[in-house]
């Protein structure tokens, strides 16, 4: 059977060095589902209530500039919350260690004692991160408040969820772009191609099949856009 990575002594040490690298995964996805499901929920909308194709467009490519942004500035926002915050706790525990030693030791004691050790082999573990306050602190971030020492750039977030908002949800556009015949269909299909895809590519960061995966999220966007032409089908004689 073939292991994803090498166990050799040598290699480890090699891929431990490195460090672990931020995964940006959840904000391409997040983006591109939405952003397919927006736009296609606009075209659906629209068709819905039989209104001219060329509001499609209009209504199309300002959702992707405008809400692609708005999504893309909220990840952004909402990233940086999460380091502002974790540089908070940081300085709490410095704080704590300096002014309560003896309360953090005990702390400290108790979380590896949760974790199986106990006698000397605890007492020596403590004993080792305490020595380090950088290791003592970033054990404490992770234990106490279950902080990831992983953290992403709020610029990347930002930037993968609105590259992937603009390039899904043209996806429904193009068929009015290109004056296709039965240009609904077509958004239809190949809307629900990128609903498919999408799922199939995030399965090789799960356990479930491509197919299931991919099948999951079709269902998923599908319904959402579906919505969005029954009500629109519903509210034609508003417009």
Known sequence: M??????????????????????????????????????????????????????????????????????????YSGTKTEIDDRARLQEIEKKHIRESPDGELE?????????????EALAEAVKSISSNPKVWIETMLVEEYGLSPNLRSPWLSGLSTFASFIVCGAVPLIPFVLNLSSPFIWAIALTGLVFFLIGAIKAKWSMAAWWWSGLETFVIGMSAAGCAFIIGYLLKGLA
């Open 2 to 75: 073939k292991l994803e990575h090498s166990h050799e002594a040598a290699d480890i040490a090699s891929r431990l060095a490195a460090g672990t690298k931020p995964n940006y995964l959840r904000d391409w996805v997040y983006g591109g589902i939405d952003g397919a499901v927006t736009t296609f929920a606009i075209v659906a909308g629209v068709v819905g209530a039989q209104l001219a194709s060329g509001i499609i467009l209009i209504l199309g490519l300002a959702n992707l500039l405008a809400d692609g942004f708005s999504m893309a500035a909220s990840n």
């Open 107 to 119: 702390e400290l004691n108790q979380i590896l004692k949760s974790k199986g050790l106990e006698g």
